[in-house]
């Protein structure tokens, strides 16, 4: 029996190994969850909102159809924190580190398993990688439980509470995933501007992407020994179009509720309002408001900025940074008339261009796909839906309200597009269609009239 399973999956693609990976993970993470252990007494939860809030968690999304603070318990916190670890790094992330614990050889298998989980284009030094991505986000979310933990000695009667909740908060804000045990997200903190920048810090590291984290290290070593170093493209443009991105996505949110939300409040708070709106459509899903009070063309403004998502090789999800710049830069350089893009003095991969225009269009297909349905199950508005597809698909679990309420078609819809954000539309495309194959052979070329 042991034998045929093994033989299975050497018989299986990556992608699809990986996904199989993150099923077994969210079946656990039911299971652990609806323990008696886990909530608290007298709560009684469907298994759907077990499982709903299961994948939520290891798709680091943060929509949840209960209220966490008022469902789980101490233990189930912590059970929490463990999936969003799980998520938050990827599975063959802790898998690799669990092999090298026990002295296991790292294989060409688990090699393009780990290439497959965080979206490398080539095998060379992914298990250095790895430890790399572990040591840094480990790092990050001590020194922020440490920081938050302390400064919470404030707002807390015991050190307990303070240090519990400065853990969550940290490992919610590095993993993107927008869960939190106040109840209220970070409301009660919307004039607390240190509180909300630990977070944006916090949620930036998470979302800009690991090779972005362990780029920057390695610039800043080789800078004390005053020895040259060259950011890769991807940094370079992926960091780009992640500041852009926040840049924008402030002003817009500033000028849109200038007239409306800000209205008759002072310019220091319209400003952090704004900038933690749009940073938090990164991928992060927590906010300082309600935003049922934004207007219309904010909430639209914020769902193509989660639509976006996060970068590649992050803990978020979307269409990600890189595509939506390439889609940008393959306009501006056709509209030119250029064949080819060419940018820091490097070109472009065709092959890349190609991944990053399916991407997008599969992704808005699987979107539209999504509204459609739930306009028909559900019986809200369709701004509302909207927003909840665009959530759910960049993992980022920001909501007008409407999560709880759903119906349990509705609630596997956006546990299928939370399911796609995590792993990624090219992972979800192999697991469908299998290895990426080469072509042996070739027909007669010929054209067709376009536009």
């Excluded at 916190?77 to 670890?85: A, D, G, R, S, T």
């Excluded at 106040?182 to 903190?189: I, V």
Aim: hydrophobic share 50%; charged share 15%; glycine share 8%.
């Amino acid at each position: 029996m042991l034998n045929h399973i093994r033989s299975k999956l050497n018989q299986m693609s990556p992608a699809r190994l990986i996904v199989s990976f993150y099923f077994i993970t969210v079946a656990f993470s039911t299971i652990l969850l609806s323990l008696p252990v886990a909530h608290k007494e007298g709560v009684h939860v469907k298994f759907i909102d077990y499982l709903f809030t299961a994948v939520s968690a290891v798709s680091v999304t943060g929509l949840t159809t209960v209220n966490i603070s008022d469902t789980f318990s101490t233990t189930g916190f912590f059970f929490l924190i463990i999936m969003l670890q799980i998520g938050g790094v990827g599975v063959m992330t802790l898998g690799t580190f669990l092999w090298l614990l026990i002295g296991k050889k790292i294989g060409l298998k688990e090699r393009k398993l780990i290439m497959t989980d965080q979206n490398q284009t080539n095998l060379a030094g992914v298990v250095k990688l790895l430890k790399q991505i572990l040591i840094i986000f480990i790092m990050v979310e001590l020194i922020g439980s440490m920081i938050l933990g302390t400064y919470f000695l404030t707002y807390y009667d015991t050190w307990q509470e303070a240090y519990l909740q400065g853990l969550f908060s940290a490992v919610s804000a590095t993993t993107n995933s927008g869960f939190d045990i106040t109840g209220e997200s970070l409301k009660p903190f919307a004039h607390d501007y240190f509180v909300q920048f630990i977070h944006i810090l916090l949620i930036i590291l998470g979302a800009i992407g690991f090779p972005v984290l362990i780029e920057t290290k390695d610039f800043i070593m080789k800078s004390k020994e005053n020895r040259q170093f060259r950011f890769s493209l991807f940094t370079k443009i992926t960091t780009i179009m992640f500041g852009l991105l926040i840049v924008f996505g402030t002003l817009l949110i500033f000028l849109l509720e200038y007239n409306d939300f800000f209205q008759g409040k002072s310019w220091h708070e319209s400003f952090f309002y704004s900038l933690f709106q749009s940073v938090t459509t990164r991928s992060a899903g927590l906010t300082t408001l309600d935003l049922e009070q934004l207007t219309e063309p904010t909430l639209l403004v914020m769902s193509v900025l989660m639509f976006i998502g996060a970068s590649p090789s992050s803990v978020g999800g979307g269409i990600r940074t890189t595509t939506f710049a390439l889609n940008l830069l393959f306009l501006y350089y056709f509209a030119k008339g250029n064949p080819s893009i060419k940018i820091f003095k490097r070109e472009i991969h065709p092959d890349d261009l190609t991944k990053s225009l399916v991407v997008t269009m599969l992704a808005m297909m699987i979107c539209v796909t999504s509204v459609i349905i739930l306009s028909i199950t559900e019986s809200h508005t369709l701004l509302e839906i909207i927003f909840e597809v665009a959530s759910a698909f960049g993992t980022t679990g920001l909501s007008l309200g409407i999560t709880p309420d759903l119906t349990t078609l509705g609630k596997i819809v956006l546990m299928i597009l939370m399911f796609i954000g995590r792993v990624g539309i090219i992972s979800f495309l192999f697991m469908l269609g299998g290895n990426q194959k080469t072509d042996h052979y070739h027909y007669p070329k010929e054209r067709i009239i376009i536009g």
